[in-house]
Each structure stands twice: as structure tokens, then as C-alpha cells.
């Protein structure tokens, strides 16, 4: 197999093909309507601290029902939930755009809206990374379908802030929102068309879902190799993945730029993102990526303190070409080593708690980077925050590399 074959081999299986192209529309969408929120949002308060506020408030339901969402994971039918959740998405999206198209959004509406998104997000997060293992023939391309997945969040990452720059300074936020609405149209008519057969365990469908919460949190109390995973994606991520919130008061405040320098910035961070991506998805095994986590922190920290400590628009670039970097080099690997761990019954738990670790700490660490940046300046807030990521690089170094990661499948 030929170096280009070995990083899109997870694309001979029929329903991967289906879901990814529909993955990466939607994440484009998403991207948009993510921009113009943020760009929306600190146009109307020019206050990082209540920017912040209406992030914690929005992404609040990422953090308190995330976890019985796994269990509605491995009762029900994937494929069905999948089908539900397109349609909830399409909703949320039409009426932020008809409110903002008819010029009567407020910040109450947004925030409502968001709670709304969240809520959809929380069970569709750990759905979708459940359902790698069932999109895939062969389990030994799951880490090639979980970095392809990247790769096209990536792109999206890539193309999404882009057309959003273009699109807030021609024609307005209104049109993002709506555009995000029309994303989802096509992604909804291929999820119709997976077809995978689904088999759940007698134990949990006897289980209520408090049960259910319970015996995935004490399997992963007893999996140190997989806890110590959701440690530090919940550092990194309470730490690191503020940036997209704090880019809009960066741009504007030190850089005294416009939201198409921001579509600029947030892109090449995409790039960087892209390029671990693609890395990640040409290999064929696990092996090193428990030590390739530990230094994705240290490229975050790095770019981070650069930020914090340069006013000129190049540097800058360079940061968010390292926080891209970043971005995949933590989250990827950190996900498919749990994947490639965990037991099938428990899938569906264990990643939502994988979830919660990654986006559900958002509803609290949007709220405490809006408060330091209100405190001590948006500089001084990166300066410290990359300063805290370089620790963390050190720390998990040590501590991941003792652990060998043998996959399930090997052991079957």
C-alpha cells in the first residue's frame, strides 16, 4: 500500500465514505456559525467578562449531560440518534439565522440558542466517536478513521473561519447562521444511508441510566491507562482550547484588526491542525502517541506565550500555526488510544466522559479565561495560560510514557 492509500484506507468502507463528507460539510457550517457568534457576541458588549458569561451559560449542558448521554449511546440505536440529532441541528440553525436576518437577536436569544446547541452537541459528541468502531470493517483502521476524522474537522477548521471573515465584513452574520442551516441539509440525507448492524449489551439495556452512569465511571476509576487520558484532555482543553473565545478580543485589542484578520488567524491554526492531521492518519499502529501528547502541550504553550508577548500580525501567524499544531497533537492521539482500550459495552460511556473532558470544561474554562483576560489584559492572559500549558508538557511526559497502550483487538 502506497504512502497516499495508507492515509485515506479507512475511505474503502462504504459507510465511512457516507459519513465523512457529511461530517466535514457540517463542521464547515459549524465553524461559520462559530465565528460569527463570537464576533457577534463581543460586537454588542465589547466585554471579554460577559463574553465569557454567555459562553459558560451556553456551554453549560456539555458539562451536566454529557454523561447520561453515553448511556443513551449503548441503549439505543446509534444510527437513529445520529438522524435526530441532524434535524435538531437544523432547527437551532434556521432560527438564529431568521433572528438575526430580521434584526431582532438580543443577547438573551443568543445565549438561549446556544443552550439549545449544547444541549444536541452534548449526546452528539460522544455519539459520533462511539460510532467509528462501526464504520469500519477492520478494527485496525479505527485509528486511520479517527485521524481522517481530524483531518476533516481540520479542513473545516481550515475553510470554516475563512468564508466566516469574508462573510461578516459582505454580508453580515445573519447569512453565516444561515448557511450553517443549509449545511445540514445534505449532511442529513447521507446519514439516512449508513447502513451497520448495532449490538448492545443485555446488561445495559436492563440498567437505568443512572446504573448505566455509575458502571462507566467505576470502569474508568479502575482503567488507570485510560483515566490518565481524561485527565489531561480535560486540562488541555480547560486550558488550551479557550482560544477561539479569546482570538476576537485579540485581534481587535492588540492587533487592532477586523473579523477578516480573525478568519485569517483561526485558518492558519487550521493548517497547523491539517498537517498533524494527515501525520497522524499515515500511521499504521498506536505506538508513540502517548509521548506525542505530552509535547502537542508544549507546541500550545509555545504559541501561546507568543501571543501574549508580540503586537505584529506575522508572529501571530507563526502562534496559531503552533496552536494548530496543538490542537491535534493532544486531542487526536489522547482519542484514539481510549478507542483502541476500551471495552465495546462501555464505548459509548467512556466517550462521553472523553467529551466532557474535551468540550464539556468549556462551560467553565470560557468563563474563567473571559475573567482573567478581564483582570489582567488579553496578553497577560495568553502570556500565563501558555506558561501553565509548558508545565503540564513536563509532567505528562513523565507520566505517559510508562504506560503501554495495548490494543483490544490485539488481545482478542
Known amino acids: 500500500m502506497n504512502r497516499v492509500a495508507a492515509v485515506f484506507r479507512a475511505l474503502k468502507y462504504r459507510n465511512f465514505r457516507l459519513f465523512f463528507p457529511g461530517l466535514m460539510v457540517a463542521q464547515i457550517g459549524i465553524w461559520i456559525q462559530n465565528i460569527a457568534i463570537s464576533w457577534v457576541v463581543y460586537d454588542m458588549t465589547k466585554s471579554p467578562f460577559i463574553m465569557g458569561t454567555i459562553m459558560f451559560l451556553g456551554a453549560l449542558p456539555l458539562f451536566l449531560l454529557t454523561p447520561f448521554a453515553g448511556v443513551l449511546i449503548d441503549k439505543f440505536?446509534?444510527?437513529?440518534?445520529?438522524?435526530?440529532?441532524?434535524?435538531?441541528?437544523?432547527?437551532?440553525?434556521?432560527?438564529?439565522?431568521?433572528?438575526?436576518?430580521?434584526?431582532?437577536?438580543?443577547?438573551w436569544s443568543i445565549t438561549l440558542l446556544a443552550v439549545f446547541l449544547n444541549i444536541v452537541a452534548a449526546v452528539d459528541g460522544p455519539l459520533r466517536q462511539s460510532m467509528y468502531v462501526d464504520l469500519v470493517d477492520d478494527k485496525h483502521d479505527l485509528g486511520n478513521a479517527i485521524a481522517l476524522n481530524a483531518t476533516c474537522f481540520n479542513v473545516a477548521r481550515l475553510v470554516g473561519p475563512a468564508v466566516a471573515g469574508v462573510l461578516l465584513a459582505s454580508v453580515g452574520a445573519g447569512m453565516c447562521f444561515f448557511i450553517n442551516f443549509?449545511?445540514?441539509?445534505?449532511?442529513?440525507?447521507?446519514?439516512?444511508?449508513?447502513?451497520?448492524?448495532?449490538e448492545?449489551?443485555?446488561?445495559?439495556?436492563?440498567?437505568?441510566?443512572?446504573?448505566?452512569?455509575?458502571?462507566?465511571?467505576?470502569?474508568?476509576?479502575?482503567?488507570?491507562?485510560?483515566?490518565?487520558?481524561?485527565?489531561?484532555?480535560?486540562?488541555?482543553?480547560?486550558?488550551?482550547?479557550?482560544?477561539?473565545?479569546l482570538m476576537p478580543i485579540y485581534t481587535t485589542e492588540v492587533l487592532h484588526e477586523n473579523a477578516q484578520t480573525l478568519g485569517l488567524l483561526m485558518s492558519i491554526a487550521g493548517v497547523g491542525a491539517l498537517f498533524t492531521s494527515v501525520v497522524l492518519a499515515a500511521k499504521s499502529t498506536i505506538r508513540g502517541l502517548n509521548i506525542l501528547l505530552a509535547l502537542a502541550s508544549l507546541f500550545f504553550g509555545t504559541g501561546f506565550v507568543m501571543l501574549g508577548t508580540t503586537h505584529t500580525e506575522t508572529v501571530a501567524l507563526?502562534?496559531?500555526?503552533?496552536?494548530?499544531?496543538?490542537?491535534?497533537?493532544?486531542?487526536t492521539p489522547a482519542s484514539t488510544l481510549i478507542q483502541s482500550v476500551v471495552n465495546n459495552d462501555m464505548r459509548g460511556r467512556?466517550?462521553?466522559?472523553?467529551?466532557?473532558?474535551?468540550?464539556?470544561?468549556?462551560?467553565?474554562?470560557?468563563?474563567?479565561?473571559?475573567?482573567?483576560?478581564?483582570?489582567l489584559g488579553i496578553s497577560r492572559a495568553l502570556l500565563l495560560l501558555g506558561c501553565v500549558l509548558m508545565v503540564i508538557?513536563?509532567?505528562?511526559l513523565n507520566k505517559l510514557r510508562k504506560i503501554n497502550y495495548v490494543p483490544i483487538y490485539e488481545k482478542e
Do not use: W
Open 393 to 396: 508538557s513536563f509532567i505528562f
Open 350 to 375: 467512556v466517550m462521553s466522559l472523553h467529551f466532557i473532558c474535551y468540550l464539556g470544561t468549556l462551560s467553565i474554562s470560557n468563563f474563567f479565561a473571559g475573567s482573567i483576560t478581564h483582570a
Open 200 to 245: 448492545k449489551s443485555g446488561n445495559i439495556q436492563n440498567e437505568t441510566i443512572l446504573e448505566g452512569l455509575f458502571e462507566g465511571v467505576d470502569y474508568v476509576s479502575k482503567s488507570p491507562s485510560i483515566a490518565i487520558l481524561l485527565i489531561y484532555i480535560a486540562l488541555i482543553s480547560f486550558l488550551a482550547m479557550t482560544y477561539p473565545m
Open 182 to 198: 443549509l449545511c445540514f441539509i445534505p449532511v442529513t440525507i447521507l446519514v439516512t444511508q449508513l447502513r451497520f448492524k448495532e
Open 318 to 331: 507563526v502562534a496559531m500555526f503552533l496552536i494548530g499544531l496543538g490542537t491535534i497533537g493532544a486531542l
Open 77 to 107: 440505536s446509534k444510527h437513529k440518534l445520529l438522524m435526530l440529532i441532524q434535524i435538531l441541528y437544523m432547527i437551532q440553525a434556521f432560527l438564529i439565522s431568521m433572528l438575526t436576518l430580521s434584526h431582532h437577536v438580543q443577547l
